[in-house]
């Protein structure tokens, strides 16, 4: 057999049995087996396992019958396996051509990243022997799988029953008022969305539980959820026992008040003349009032409210229960609402601000005979009548706004600073929710151990001392490699862990200039 060559597997577990016929997996490169140019058998450990009878292994190999096979192994048993014989149709296979590669199965039923990597492209297997070693392996794990399913089956469902009895109604109520402040208000509650995502977190384990898929994915989420719980109950127990939920609640009303006090200040300090600026008096004293008008709204508001905060300061420490990342979330939302007023402000200034600046642009096209067509989104040539007339007005109109334009920028520099000093400060909690969410430890923690869950890269390794008798033929010893944590996290994503928080900054600066989209 000129150019031949045939690559035996064989699992280390396999030594350990008795004499008896061994099963496995074999291809070929061509559809003619008499004419293969290639050979892969891959043997199985146990003896009911996938795969057909492909040889005999024990001491003496003078009883068995390979006359009427296709491919017959003859083993020596030990603690190394040998290959004795292999033959074709009755036609024995020279030695020299025979590659022996010995693995750990153990070590790739464990190895859920071996599993996703190396998964069969295509019918060329004897072209792709790695990949369809994986794939042998692969259906030994779901006979072995098959086997114990039942034990863990009672378990699971149990588990599968509780969470979706205490998740049911508030995972519909909760996403239902989550949709009616996306859809009408136009905000997004950060303690809302945590929930939902706890929620979808358990549902996921459970279905992984279910199903025995995804060891690390599953494994990782259990262990960011009890780490999240831990912190939560560790910080609600400090709470509890060092303070009191009443003391918390009153630290936070006398911050908004002192936060209200700072507003009132700045408003009378832009009223006069701010860092020798001299603004339009009449202009600023009516921004001055309007905007103080707002603050007496934002006091009394939170006296109002008062019932409503307390609720919440006490939802903020017992659902710590849940995780630390909802109470981050429900610290984020009490931001937003003791902030409130502070946005209607920014949102009145950038409004202001963009009128004047799109006034500004109108006015100027106008004074050069120039329109612009929102029909076609293009400026076009204003050839109407009474252009002197036109031009005159367009002059008036254009310097009262350019004269009060640098009291309302001032106005919309102060507010705008405000509202990007709180976006980092909510930006900052939100990481923190990430981070809480997102908690490699699982994964760093199975890379210092060594654990074969996190092996996904395969490597040979040339048998140093093989047998006398065999030395013709080339041994290899197979291993498994950890994956670097960054790669294992691709495997470990799925859709319920939130994404990274990104910033946009071209998009932070267009806003902060011009005013026309909000922070």
């Keep these: ?34 004419d293969a140019e290639s050979l892969v058998i891959v043997l199985s450990p146990g003896e009911s ?163 025995r898929r995804s060891t690390i994915l599953s494994g990782r989420l259990i262990t960011m959820i009890f780490l999240d719980v831990f912190c939560g109950i560790t910080v609600a ?24 006090s700072c507003v009132q200040d700045l408003l009378e300090w832009l009223s006069g003349a701010p860092a020798g600026l001299k603004l339009n008096q009449p202009l600023t004293q009516a921004l001055s009032a309007f905007f103080s008008y707002h603050v007496h709204l934002w006091r009394v ?35 937003d609402l003791a ?6 402000f920014y949102v009145y200034a950038a409004r202001i601000h963009m009128l ?24 076009d040539s204003d050839t109407g009548k009474h252009m002197s007339l036109k031009r005159v007005l367009t002059a008036v109109v254009f310097t009262l706004v350019i004269f009060l334009l640098p009291t309302t920028t001032v106005y919309y520099l102060v507010f705008v600073m405000l509202r990007v000093s709180l976006s980092a400060v909510r930006g900052i909690l939100t990481s923190c929710i990430w981070l809480l969410n997102f908690n490699p430890l699982y994964l760093v923690a199975l890379n210092l151990m060594g654990s074969n869950i996190i092996k996904g890269e395969i490597c040979l390794e040339v048998c140093k001392n093989p047998a006398d008798h065999q030395s013709s033929i080339l041994k290899f010893q197979l291993y498994t490699w950890p994956t670097p944590v960054s790669e294992a996290l691709k495997y470990a994503k799925c859709d319920v862990l939130p994404s990274p928080p990104s910033l946009d900054w071209k998009a932070v600066l267009s806003s902060v200039v011009f005013g026309k989209d909000l922070l």
């Design 356 to 379: 004047q600046i799109s006034l500004l642009g109108s006015q100027w096209r106008a004074f050069r005979g120039r329109k612009w067509n929102p029909l076609k989104l293009r400026i």
């Design 237 to 260: 127990y400090f709470i509890g026992h060092h303070a009191s939920v009443n003391d918390m609640y009153d630290t936070f009303c006398s911050w908004t008040k002192v936060l209200s």
């Design 49 to 211: 396992q996938p795969g057909q009878i492909v040889g005999f292994m024990g001491s003496n190999l003078e009883t068995s019958q390979s006359s009427y096979r296709n491919i017959w192994l003859e083993l020596l048993s030990g603690p190394s396996v040998s290959v004795k014989r292999l033959s074709l149709y009755g036609h024995s296979v020279p030695l020299e051509d025979v590659t022996v590669v010995y693995f750990n199965s153990e070590e790739i039923w464990e190895s859920e990243l071996v599993l996703q990597k190396y998964s069969m492209q295509g019918d060329k297997h004897s072209e792709n022997v790695v990949p369809y070693f994986v794939e042998c392996v692969a259906k030994e794990e779901k006979v072995y799988e098959s086997r114990n399913k039942r034990n863990i089956s009672h378990a699971v469902l149990f588990i599968e029953v509780l969470i979706y009895t205490m998740t049911f109604i508030p995972n519909i109520v909760i996403r239902n008022i989550h949709s009616v402040l996306q859809n009408k208000v136009d905000y997004t509650s950060s303690a809302l969305q945590q929930i939902i995502f706890r929620i979808s977190q358990l549902e996921k384990i459970t279905s992984l539980l279910k199903n």
């Design 301 to 335: 508001y939170l006296e109002l409210a008062d019932p409503l905060l307390k609720a919440l300061a006490w939802i903020l420490v017992w659902l710590g229960m849940f995780g630390f990342s909802i109470q981050v979330a429900i610290l984020s939302d009490l931001l």
């Design 339 to 344: 902030t409130l007023h502070l946005y209607c």
């Design 1 to 34: 057999m000129t150019g031949f060559t045939a690559t035996i597997f064989v699992p280390k577990q396999l030594g350990t049995r008795g004499p008896g016929p061994v099963h496995g997996q074999f291809t070929r490169s061509s559809g003619s087996l008499t």
